[in-house]
């Protein structure tokens, strides 16, 4: 469960507050004793992110916007506001109150949203719950709008619901389970979701996801979800898709114990980042045609498993010859992306934890993007993605990438040589799609080993504030 959070006209004397300005002159505008105001100017003229001031047990946090790039400042606000989250869940406070003392809404919301994605907390698990933790947070801003503080409320309760998925470890969510989650999720937001089971997915011949369901002792699915209003501006829908292997041990190419599986539970994130995005777009009924396609199981070894040299007639009708079981996330997004032709996407989206190599590019501070979509939606995608601070690192596309991929046997083969992995895992998924394409490479961003500010240890989320930006920029293009 998210905190709560809404605006009020009411500033409460006694409450923590968390304030944002852009001038320090206007700390006169709260009621301070001298002293207290004169501790923070000195803070603030250090140049401290958050100036405090504890006045008898109440805390009072201060963040002075910086000048220049916008979406770095917006970034340093949110960070500011985890910040204070902390120091308040430090303080064990349930209660506090967000002061705007400038008249930027965006920078406001920005400190608000950074303080609730940073109170993240995944306890399901635990049986001793935490006694205290931030539960509500009223908002004094009148530069910002009731609908603009709700839409903020809404994609941070989306990005909770995809970190929530990818800390799922595998024992507790299976790909049919993944399923019932999406299911509750579109009763609960409003869009609408079809689960095929396996039964199905052998009628459609996707040979690509029930090749890398062989080794599995449960059954894949492959989830369908639409978000189609009245009024949509798109004739033809944005399709996502998100790979969603709900555990990846490498198959019969195991991966190297130790260490390598431990987060293997994440390799699902792009699945949560596509379900997270479509209830997010639903929950704010943004006039888009969206479909989201989720291919899942999980990858393991077993004397049903697929195996190096094994050659999988796709869904598509390629033919594949399979010599790296642990290249799996491919496979199924594969015949996810060319099941996803009856829709004639104006532009396709695939999120993933692909590659290991995509993360050994960039590391963790972005997602390595690339793809065959026209230039306007690369720089749409980008405008999000500076909005947001989830950044993407275009990839080279160039045709002979994709030369790699050429197989002796059969029509292609499911890995490239030893460098530039991504792209060629990208390579492999463009063969599968004739609609303008765009591929993200999550594995760096969705699952992180230690915190960084509002990005919690663990699954991030990362995914659902980017695509829900690019999706309300293409809902107001026309
Ligand atoms: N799920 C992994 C990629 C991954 C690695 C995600 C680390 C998150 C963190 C993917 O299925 C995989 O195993 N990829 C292989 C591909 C290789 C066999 C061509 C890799 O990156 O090593
Ligand atoms: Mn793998
Ligand atoms: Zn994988």
Redesign the pocket.
């Known amino acids: 469960m998210m905190l709560q959070i809404g605006k009020t006209s009411r500033t409460a004397g006694a409450k923590d507050l968390l304030v944002i300005l852009s001038d320090p002159s206007l700390l006169r505008n709260l009621d301070l004793a001298r002293n207290d105001r004169q501790y923070l100017l000195e803070q603030l003229k250090e140049e401290k992110q958050v100036a405090v001031c504890d006045i008898s047990g109440r805390l009072v946090m201060v963040h002075q916007v910086a000048k220049g790039d916008r979406s770095r400042q917006l970034e340093l606000v949110r960070r500011a506001g985890n910040t204070m989250a902390l120091k308040l869940q430090e303080a064990k406070r349930e209660e506090a109150q967000v002061v705007s003392l400038q008249d930027d809404a965006a920078l406001t919301l920005a400190l608000v949203e950074g303080a609730a994605l940073g109170a993240y907390t995944f306890n399901r698990h635990k049986t001793e719950k935490q006694p205290t933790a931030l539960k509500k947070l009223s908002v004094v801003a009148p530069e910002v709008k009731a609908e603009a503080l709700q839409e903020l409320v809404d994609v941070c309760e989306c990005v909770y619901t995809a970190r929530d998925l990818v800390n799922e470890p595998a024992s507790h969510l299976s790909a049919v389970q993944l399923g019932e989650a999406a299911q509750e999720l579109g009763k609960a937001a409003g869009f609408s979701v079809k689960v095929l089971n396996k039964k199905q997915i052998e009628a459609e011949g996707m040979g690509g996801l029930l090749a890398v369901n062989r080794g599995s002792l449960d059954p894949p699915v492959l989830i369908i979800m639409e978000w189609k209003p009245k009024g949509a501006v798109n004739k033809q829908p944005v399709v996502l898709v998100g790979k969603g292997?709900t555990y990846?041990t490498?198959g019969l190419?195991l991966k190297p114990t130790p260490n390598s599986m431990d987060?293997?539970k994440?390799?699902m994130a792009g699945a949560a980042a596509m379900i997270g995005t479509i209830a997010a777009v639903a929950k704010r009924k943004l006039p888009v045609h969206v479909v989201a396609l989720v291919p899942s199981t999980d990858n393991r070894p077993g004397g049903r498993a697929f195996a190096p040299g094994d050659v999988l007639k796709m869904h598509s009708g390629l033919t594949v010859e399979n010599l790296?079981s642990?290249?799996?996330?491919r496979l199924i997004l594969a015949d996810a992306l060319s099941y996803g032709e009856r829709y004639g996407a104006e532009t396709i989206i695939t999120a993933a934890?692909?590659?290991?190599?995509a993360?050994r590019a960039i590391g963790t501070q972005g997602s390595v993007v690339m793809g065959t979509a026209p230039e306007e939606r690369f720089a749409m995608l980008q405008e999000a993605a500076a909005e947001t601070f989830e950044r993407l690192a275009p990839m080279p596309f160039w045709e002979e990438y994709a030369d790699e991929l050429k197989s002796d046997i059969a029509d292609l083969k499911n890995?490239g040589g030893a460098l530039a992995?991504q792209i060629t895992a990208g390579k492999f998924l463009a063969r599968f799609t004739t609609r303008p394409y765009i591929h993200i490479d999550i594995?760096g961003t969705a699952?992180l080993d230690r915190r960084d500010h509002y990005r919690p240890k663990g699954g991030t989320g990362v995914g659902v504030r980017l695509l829900f930006q690019f999706l309300k920029r293409r809902a107001a293009a026309n």
Not at 326 to 329: F, L
Not at 353 to 357: D, I, R, S, W, Y
């Open positions: 292997v990846d490498g190419s987060s293997m994440c390799d790296n642990d290249a799996e996330g934890t692909l590659t290991g190599a993360a890995i992995g594995a699952f």
